[in-house]
């Protein structure tokens, strides 16, 4: 597999025509549709796997994504920023005038520890207190007699919204000694550590795990975080990838997110470790 490794390399590609949208003449003068997304980091590397495929069966057409978090996504979608934005969670109430969201794949959110951590399981009440400062050293939950450097993630990132909704705390009471952005980030940064512990995306971080990243994937209420609980339906924290676009779907883009959704692509959704459209 090369797909998440070569992101970095794949967002460059993605980007070096910039966020110009609409038409375009190419350098021998043909018109190029151009589809701009935004949004979820956890959703761009399949986005543009998915981007590239379409382009090669639709000449002229040009796909670009940038991230941002599933925040800016949706609301460069409803600001009509982009064409297309990307989230990985449900969108809120108040998010939802003006847009429809389509859901591309599934995928769930884990909490992450070093391989070395003899620390194979916590309980929400102890992820609670380790997040909110109350749990500091992990001799307290059964590891090393060692600090806990605790990982948090970044503002406007879904994993951040759904870890504070489904544990019942305030973002504000979160006490954190890193902040990670992208996945990819927050992955490294455990690696690195022996006593780092953050949450991630379940397919991001099992696709790691499984090609010899130094990191170990916790259960959460006593059921495994892996990409086939996510798909039975028995993982406790799932959530949907989505694209998010305006009410008023133009015909481009309604064959992309056609396309998206289609069991063509299946196998770039399995690749990055995420759970396929269930038809």
């Known amino acids: 597999m090369r797909l998440l490794h070569s992101l970095p390399l794949l967002l460059a590609t993605a980007l070096l025509s910039g966020c110009t949208g609409g038409s375009a003449a190419d350098g021998e003068g ?78 769930g959110v884990c909490f992450l520890v070093h391989a070395s951590n003899p620390v194979r399981e916590l309980s929400e009440e102890q992820l609670r207190g380790i997040y909110t400062g109350r749990i500091t050293r992990w001799s307290e939950v059964g590891g090393r007699d060692a600090e806990i450097i605790c990982i948090n993630r970044a503002d406007g990132r879904s994993e951040l919204e759904l870890v504070t909704k489904h544990f019942g705390i305030d973002p504000r009471e979160i006490d954190a000694d890193l902040i990670a952005g992208e996945n990819q980030q927050g992955i490294k940064m455990v690696a690195s550590d022996e006593n780092a512990i953050t949450y991630m995306s379940v397919g991001a971080s099992e696709y790691e795990a499984r090609n010899g990243t130094p990191i170990h994937l916790l259960p959460l209420r006593g059921v495994e975080a892996s990409v086939a609980t996510v798909a039975g339906g028995t993982y406790p924290l799932s959530r949907p990838l989505l694209y998010v676009t305006s009410d008023e779907v133009a015909e481009l883009i309604s064959r992309f997110i056609e396309y998206s959704r289609s069991a063509e692509v299946d196998d770039l959704v399995k690749a990055f470790s995420y759970v396929p459209l269930q038809r």
């Open 30 to 107: 043909n018109q190029r549709q151009t589809i701009r997304l935004a949004g979820s980091s956890t959703l761009a590397p399949l986005a543009i796997e998915i981007g590239k495929r379409f382009e090669e069966r639709n000449p002229g057409v040009r796909i670009e994504v940038q991230t941002g978090g599933s925040s800016r996504g949706i609301a460069d979608a409803r600001t009509g920023a982009v064409e297309c934005g990307m989230s990985s969670r449900d969108l809120k109430d108040s998010e939802k005038d003006g847009v429809r969201a389509w859901t591309v794949a599934m995928d």
